[in-house]
Nanobody
Framework: QVQVIESGGGLVQAGGSLRLSCAAS????????MGWFRQAPGKEREFVAA????????YYADSVKGRFTISKDNAKNTVYLQMNSLKPDDTAVYYC???????????????????WGQGTQVTVSS
């Protein structure tokens, strides 16, 4: 199994920045990709960004492209989400997830990720 723990959420004014971290532990050798998703009150969980564990290819939702950057530190088994130019619409609980060997190929669907963190709240005030 893989455990993932998010950190770094908080309250920020519109236009500000936050960096989220996601630390993975356990059978980390099985990780093939890491993703960030978010869920706002009354809305479905949506894809934000993903990174392929080997190679580092990144993917972004159109709504965050150019403002958010996903990166990783393989030695620390940690993924980061740098969020700049934050907007009130970015307010949500942000979840980190791990895709592992044997999972369905893909990166934007929550169904391909087997392990999820508890989430961290990000609130952007106007």
């Amino acid at each position: 199994q893989v455990q993932v723990i998010e950190s770094g959420g908080g309250l920020v004014q519109a236009g500000g920045s936050l960096r989220l971290s996601c630390a993975a532990s356990g059978r980390t050798f099985s990780i093939t990709a890491m993703g960030w998703f978010r869920q706002a009150p009354g809305k479905e969980r949506e894809f934000v960004a993903a990174i392929i564990w080997s190679g580092g290819t990144t993917y972004y939702a159109d709504s965050v492209k150019g403002r958010f950057t996903i990166s990783k530190d393989n030695a620390k088994n940690t993924v980061y989400l740098q969020m700049n130019s934050l907007k009130p619409d970015d307010t949500a609980v942000y979840y980190c997830a791990a895709r592992v060997l044997g999972s369905t190929y893909g990166y934007a669907s929550s169904g391909v990720y087997a392990y999820w963190g508890q989430g961290t709240q990000v609130t952007v005030s106007s």
